[in-house]
């Protein structure tokens, strides 16, 4: 089953048929939102607002740990997280699409981990996981490729055949916000060769490995990032590119939902194997 994160401007997808919502508890407190699952082109998909459907976590607060919980929970094994960022790199400009296949964490106080040895929460659920958390095992994942690159190669060929604008690859920098980056801070970024920056796509991709999920990372360019727009950042500008996008990024959402094949070829679900010390 497909879960969709809707970030910035996304938080809802229509066409869910038979739309129900989900309270999901988690040993780490309660998701974002009530998770919406429902059937998509003839598929089950799970939705959840990333900052809830009155925007009120700020991306440094946003419970990624029982988000991705509570979506593992109620069935889902992809996450596709749709986020918001701003350009670095000049060939990439407004309304471009990103297909995500790295990242650069520069975020401080998040919780992005599930593993915390001998403290670890002791959940009942039989996942690979929830038995190393009992166990109390400190683990080491990988994130040679942090993304799903199933997800990933589908969704390249839904943005060439929808003949929208994208990158098949993007690095993602991800800053603690709420504020906007500076100027001298973007330059830094564009240096150690990011081609993005946003707020939400760390831990969330980390945590989703933690739990042997595919993950995938749609971001689309709201904006050119601080010091290479050239007038202020505000969040009018942001909710503005994402509201021309949206009738675009549900289309691409569809099409995943319909092209996704049942079988998972990647080795996603085998994240966790020898990273246990």
């Known amino acids: 089953m497909l879960a969709v994160i809707g970030g910035s401007g996304l938080y809802q997808i229509e066409g869910l048929s038979g739309a129900k919502e989900i309270c999901q508890e988690t040993p780490?407190?309660?998701?974002?939102?009530?998770?919406i699952r429902g059937r998509l082109e003839g598929?089950?998909?799970i939705f959840l607002s990333r900052h809830g459907r009155d925007h009120s976590y700020p991306p440094h607060l946003v419970?990624?740990?029982?988000n991705l919980w509570a979506i593992r929970k109620a069935g889902a094994r992809r996450v596709l997280g749709v986020s918001a960022v701003g350009g670095i790199k000049r060939r990439f400009s407004p309304g471009?699409?990103?297909?995500i296949d790295s990242f650069i964490d520069l975020t401080r106080s998040r919780d992005s981990t599930y593993f915390e040895g001998r403290l670890s929460k002791k959940p009942a659920e039989e996942?690979?996981?929830?038995?190393?958390?009992?166990e109390g095992k400190v683990v080491?994942?990988?994130?040679?490729?942090?993304?799903?690159?199933?997800?990933?190669?589908?969704?390249?060929?839904?943005?060439?055949?929808?003949?929208?604008?994208?990158?098949?690859?993007?690095?993602?920098?991800?800053?603690?916000?709420?504020?906007?980056?500076t100027p001298a801070e973007i330059?830094?970024?564009?240096?150690?060769?990011?081609?993005?920056?946003?707020?939400?796509?760390v831990p969330e991709v980390v945590l989703a490995r933690e739990l042997e999920l595919c993950y995938a990372g749609l971001a689309v360019v709201a904006?050119?990032?601080?010091?290479?727009?050239?007038?202020?950042?505000?969040?009018?500008?942001?909710?503005?590119?994402?509201?021309?996008?949206?009738?675009?990024?549900?289309?691409?959402?569809?099409?995943?939902?319909?092209?996704?094949?049942e079988e998972r070829t990647c080795s996603c679900g085998e994240s966790l194997s020898g990273a246990v010390v």
Not at 28 to 35: A, C, I, M, Q
Not at 187 to 201: C, H, P, S, W, Y
Not at 230 to 246: A, N
Request: charged share 30%; aromatic share 6%; with cysteine.
């Open 28 to 35: 780490f407190g309660s998701p974002s939102d009530t998770l």
């Open 223 to 261: 904006n050119p990032a601080a010091g290479i727009s050239e007038g202020k950042l505000t969040s009018d500008e942001v909710l503005q590119m994402m509201g021309q996008k949206e009738r675009e990024i549900k289309e691409v959402i569809r099409e995943l939902a319909r092209r996704l094949p």
């Open 63 to 66: 419970p990624y740990r029982s």
């Open 43 to 45: 598929r089950e998909v």
């Open 187 to 201: 330059k830094m970024l564009e240096i150690l060769g990011a081609d993005v920056v946003g707020m939400t796509g």
């Open 127 to 134: 996942w690979r996981t929830a038995r190393l958390m009992r």
């Open 96 to 99: 471009d699409f990103v297909v």
């Open 140 to 181: 080491h994942v990988d994130m040679t490729h942090p993304y799903c690159p199933q997800m990933a190669e589908i969704l390249t060929e839904i943005l060439e055949d929808l003949k929208l604008p994208y990158h098949p690859t993007g690095t993602y920098a991800c800053t603690e916000g709420p504020r906007f980056e």
